[in-house]
C-alpha cells in the first residue's frame, strides 16, 4: 500500500511503547464525577439539574435553554445525588461550571441507565439521525469539541465528497485511537457508514499513520462485512496510509495526505470538500444507535514517567484521576513535576490532578523533571527554524514579534489565525521560546477586541431610550 504525507512536518519521538498495543481497560466505578455544563466549541449550557437531585446515568442535566446549531447537550456519567454546582479548573486550565454527582453504590453497568431508543441511521431520516446525534451530545473527541451534527450539516454551496476518519493519533504518548480501531473496529465501520448515510458521501477514508499498518486487515475485512449486510451499495470505504509524522493527525495535514487538496487560509475541510471525524468519535455515534447511550464515557491514555502503571482506560466523563485506586492507577507523586491534558505537544498544563476528564481528553500525561525540558527562554536569534518547520507554512517567528510589540493586525497578515497550535514551532526553537502560548493568548486578545467592537455596535445601533 502506498504511503502519502504533506510537506514539511517533524519526526519527533513517539513515546507511545509504554501503552502501545495495549487494551483499553475499565476503571473501577468512581463514586463522584465532576461534569462540566459546556464541554463543547459554541453556545453555553445552563443546568436542568439542582443540588439534591436525584439523577440516572444518560440522563440529560444541561443544555441550552434554546438549543440552537451550536449546542450540545450534557448527560450524567453515573446514577447518583448532585451534590454541588459550582466552578472548578478544568481541561483547558479556565474555570467553568460542573455538575457534582455522588453516589453510595458506584457499578460498572446501571440497570437503571437513562438510555435513547436504539435508531436505525440506514433507514431513520436525515434530520432525525442528526437529532440523535445532537440529543446524544456528540462532539469531536479529538480535541477541538466542535459539535458533530454541526459538520454533519455543511451548508448547501459547501459540497463534500470525501469523509475522513482520523485515526493518524501523531501525538507523542497517546495510543487509544489505536486500541479502539483494534477493539472496536465494527463500530468504527458501522459509525463511518451512518455518517455517510446522513451527509449523502459515496467515499470515505480512513487515514492512519504507517505505524498502525497492523490494523488493515482486521478494519478491511470489516469493510467487506458491512458491504456485504447493512451498507450494500451505499458507498466506497477506503484506508489511507500516511507516514508517521508530526502533525499528521491535523485536519489540513490530512487532507493534503490523503486528497492533494488544501484547506484555504481562512477556512474549514469542507471548503475542501472534505468531512474529518475522529475514529473515537465515529465508534460513540455508532454507540447512539445502536444502544441509544449519549456520550457518557471517554477512552484516554494515562501515561508518562510518574505513572507507574502506563494504560489505555475508559472512564466515565467527569472521572478524577486521583478518586481511582492506587492499585489500578499507581502514580509517583514525588516524581511528579508536570500534569498535561492531551499530548505533550498541543495539551494544557494544569496545576492539578483534581481536573475531570472530559470529552475531549484524548490523554493525561504525568511527566517527570526529564521530561518536561522546562529550560529558561532565551531571545530570538532569527534562526528561521519555526518558519521552515511550519506545517502550515506561517511565519512565527513575525507572528511573536508583531504580538510583543502589541501589534494585532501585523501578527494576524503573519498567520496568526491560521495556526493550528501543533506546537513544531515551539519544538524547534533554540530559544526555547514559548510560542505556541503567546499564539493562544494572542487569539484570545483578537477575540475579545472582536466581540468588544461588535457590543459597542450593537449599542450604538439600538434606539435610545425616551
Do not use: W
Not at 459547501?158 to 497517546?174: H, Q, R, S, T
Not at 491514555?301 to 505513572?307: D, I, L, N, P, R
Not at 507507574?308 to 478518586?323: E, H
Not at 491560521?418 to 502560548?437: N, Y
Request: with cysteine.
Amino acid at each position: 500500500m502506498a504511503v502519502s504525507t504533506f510537506k514539511r512536518g517533524l519526526r519527533v519521538p513517539t513515546r507511545k511503547t509504554a501503552t502501545e498495543g495495549k487494551s483499553v481497560e475499565l476503571v473501577p466505578p468512581p463514586k463522584q464525577v465532576v461534569i462540566p455544563i459546556n464541554q463543547h466549541f459554541g453556545a453555553p449550557n445552563q443546568s436542568l439539574v439542582k443540588p439534591g437531585d436525584t439523577v440516572r446515568r444518560g440522563q440529560k442535566i444541561a443544555d441550552a435553554l434554546s438549543p440552537g446549531p451550536m449546542t450540545v447537550p450534557v448527560h450524567a456519567s453515573i446514577g447518583g445525588v448532585v451534590k454541588k454546582i459550582e466552578p472548578r479548573t478544568q481541561s483547558n486550565n479556565s474555570e467553568g461550571l460542573c455538575i457534582v454527582i455522588e453516589t453510595d453504590n458506584p457499578v460498572r453497568e446501571d440497570p437503571e441507565a437513562e438510555f435513547m431508543e436504539p435508531l436505525d441511521p440506514f433507514t431513520c431520516s436525515k434530520e432525525e439521525a442528526l437529532k440523535r446525534i445532537r440529543e446524544a451530545g456528540m462532539t469531536g473527541m479529538g480535541g477541538a469539541g466542535f459539535p458533530s451534527h454541526v459538520k454533519l450539516s455543511p451548508p448547501p454551496n459547501k459540497p463534500i465528497d470525501v469523509i475522513i476518519a482520523n485515526g493518524a493519533e501523531c501525538e507523542p504518548y497517546l495510543t487509544t485511537d489505536e486500541a479502539v480501531m483494534h477493539e472496536k473496529p465494527n463500530l468504527l465501520i458501522r459509525g463511518l457508514a451512518a455518517v455517510m448515510k446522513i451527509t449523502g458521501v459515496k467515499k470515505a477514508v480512513i487515514g492512519m499513520e504507517d505505524n498502525k499498518e497492523a490494523l488493515i486487515p482486521m478494519l478491511e475485512r470489516e469493510i467487506r462485512i458491512a458491504c456485504d449486510d447493512y451498507f450494500k451499495g451505499l458507498g466506497e470505504i477506503q484506508i489511507g496510509l500516511c507516514r508517521t509524522l508530526y502533525p499528521q493527525g491535523g485536519e489540513k495535514m490530512l487532507i493534503t495526505a490523503l486528497t492533494g487538496r488544501e484547506v484555504p487560509s481562512g477556512a474549514l475541510p469542507m471548503d475542501a470538500g472534505c468531512i474529518v471525524q475522529n475514529v473515537g468519535t465515529l465508534v460513540a455515534i455508532a454507540e447512539a444507535f445502536t444502544l441509544g447511550k449519549p456520550l457518557i464515557d471517554r477512552e484516554l491514555t494515562v501515561s508518562g514517567g510518574a505513572c507507574n502503571s502506563p494504560k489505555n482506560i475508559r472512564a466515565p466523563i467527569g472521572t478524577l484521576l486521583p478518586d481511582l485506586p492506587k492499585e489500578f492507577m499507581d502514580i509517583d507523586y514525588r516524581k511528579l513535576r508536570k500534569i498535561l491534558f492531551g499530548g505533550p505537544m498541543m495539551g494544557f498544563a494544569v496545576p492539578t490532578l483534581s481536573v475531570p476528564i472530559q470529552k475531549n481528553t484524548s490523554g493525561i500525561i504525568l511527566m517527570t523533571e526529564a521530561e518536561t525540558h522546562a529550560n529558561p527562554e532565551g531571545p530570538c536569534i532569527h534562526c528561521a527554524r519555526c518558519i521552515r518547520n511550519c506545517p502550515c507554512r506561517l511565519s512565527p517567528a513575525i507572528m511573536n514579534h508583531s504580538l510583543e510589540a502589541g501589534d494585532l493586525e501585523e501578527s494576524v497578515k503573519a498567520g496568526l489565525m491560521d495556526c493550528i497550535e501543533c506546537g513544531s514551532c515551539t519544538f524547534m526553537c533554540p530559544a526555547r521560546i514559548k510560542l505556541v502560548q503567546r499564539f493562544r493568548v494572542g487569539k484570545g486578545r483578537l477575540r475579545a477586541r472582536q466581540q468588544a467592537a461588535q457590543l459597542a455596535a450593537a449599542k450604538q445601533a439600538a434606539p435610545a431610550k425616551t
